[in-house]
């Protein structure tokens, strides 16, 4: 009797448990998986006729998969990934930035043409990927990668030192470069480090581009750098900040609180915390050289800032508008920023001091 009752005791805890896993899964994550990606493991972005995907969005794709402990969905990602944006081998080749629909029949790469952040994304993520699930193959992924980011997407700027630059092709001329503050995250810089140079260089560089980018305290879309000049900040230059920086928000929110850089780039983007708290939503657009903003940013960009408000109840209102008004299934980009602030808000993941990944895999639910 006493053995059949601690079976039936176990049954129940076995169940129980079963079912606490099936109910405290990352709901987002799976929500996106219905709407953007396909069976074979491509993430499509709807809101262009031709249906198309981007390495943007397979390197996130990867990064939610690792936060969510998706192993399955990890490698359908990176196997459509290699097969179709890097010649089947990630190793030896940057992935091209953009596939679609060509002509009527025909699914192809539609540039070849690299981007840096969805590289340094994918880098980060194989290595992080092979740290946590132990498995050797990522980790050899990543390292031949990465040697193809350096030498393929890293220049020395006079005046600057080592800058990575958004892609292979087109950013760079005799005199001057252009950037976006917004491809490599400092956390993820600081992650690279471990590699030596450029990486150590890259982190201080990096810095000095979204702290004297930000002259207002909001960080442009894109900004070039010329040589003897500097930084081109003239107000007939018209910088944005918009649809791209509002990751240079998220990723710093998401710093560690240890890292020493965070405090001063909280500082320097206070202006974009203080207009968000005084309205309640981010704002669309703000001219980086005046301060002035248009527009109310969509429920992405709320999300986006969770991590980054600093003000309490600055951040329990943008909270309640994420949960009110959630991404839908033709929102790409909105959800992807959902997913990151919103998933830290939730503890799903969190960034270490020097730049790992911390999932909650064992948390009972996020509350």
């Known amino acids: 009797m006493k053995t059949l009752l601690r079976g039936a005791i176990a049954a129940t805890l076995l169940l129980a448990a079963a079912s606490t896993h099936a109910a405290c899964s990352w709901p987002a994550w799976v929500q996106f998986k219905k709407d953007y990606l396909s069976d074979g493991g491509r993430v499509i972005d709807p809101s262009d006729a031709r249906k198309i995907t981007t390495s943007e969005g397979q390197s996130y794709g990867l990064f939610f998969a690792l936060a969510a402990n998706d192993r399955p969905g990890?490698?359908?990602?990176?196997?459509?990934?290699?097969?179709?944006l890097a010649e089947g081998d990630l190793a030896a080749h940057l992935p091209a930035w953009l596939w679609g629909k060509k002509g009527e029949e025909e699914w192809a790469i539609l540039d070849t043409n690299s981007a840096s952040d969805a590289d340094i994304w994918i880098v980060w993520s194989l290595f992080e990927a092979g740290r946590l699930w132990k498995e050797p193959r990522y980790t050899a992924l990543a390292q031949g990668l990465l040697k193809h980011i350096v030498s393929e997407e890293v220049v020395s700027v006079p005046g600057l030192g080592s800058m990575l630059l958004p892609g292979k092709i087109g950013f760079a001329e005799k005199e001057s470069?252009?950037?976006?503050?917004?491809?490599?995250?400092?956390?993820?810089?600081?992650?690279?480090?471990?590699?030596g140079a450029p990486w150590t260089t890259l982190r201080e560089t990096n810095l000095r581009l979204l702290l004297e980018t930000a002259?207002?305290?909001?960080?442009?879309?894109?900004?070039?750098?010329?040589?003897?000049?500097?930084?081109?900040?003239?107000?007939?230059?018209?910088?944005?900040?918009?649809?791209?920086?509002i990751r240079v928000y998220l990723w710093v929110g998401m710093m560690h609180d240890s890292d020493l850089q965070k405090n001063r780039l909280l500082a320097r983007l206070k202006p974009m915390a203080a207009l968000t708290a005084k309205n309640g939503v981010p704002p669309e657009k703000v001219n980086v050289t005046t301060g002035a903003a248009q527009g109310n940013g969509a429920t992405g960009f709320s999300a986006a800032l969770l991590p980054f408000m600093q003000n309490r109840d600055a951040q329990a209102v943008l909270r309640q508008r994420v949960a009110d008004?959630?991404?839908?299934?033709?929102?790409?980009?909105s959800y992807v920023l959902t997913l990151f602030g919103q998933g830290w808000d939730e503890h799903r993941f969190r960034f270490t001091s020097q730049g790992e990944l911390q999932p909650d895999w064992g948390q009972e639910c996020a509350r």
Do not use: C
């Not at 008004?325 to 980009?333: I, L, T, W």
């Open 177 to 195: 470069w252009r950037f976006n503050p917004s491809y490599l995250p400092p956390q993820v810089a600081q992650y690279l480090t471990r590699f």
């Open 74 to 84: 990890f490698d359908k990602i990176l196997t459509w990934t290699e097969d179709n």
């Open 325 to 333: 008004n959630p991404p839908g299934s033709d929102a790409y980009y």
């Open 215 to 245: 002259p207002k305290g909001f960080s442009p879309d894109w900004v070039s750098y010329e040589k003897n000049r500097g930084w081109n900040l003239k107000p007939e230059s018209k910088l944005v900040s918009s649809y791209d920086a």
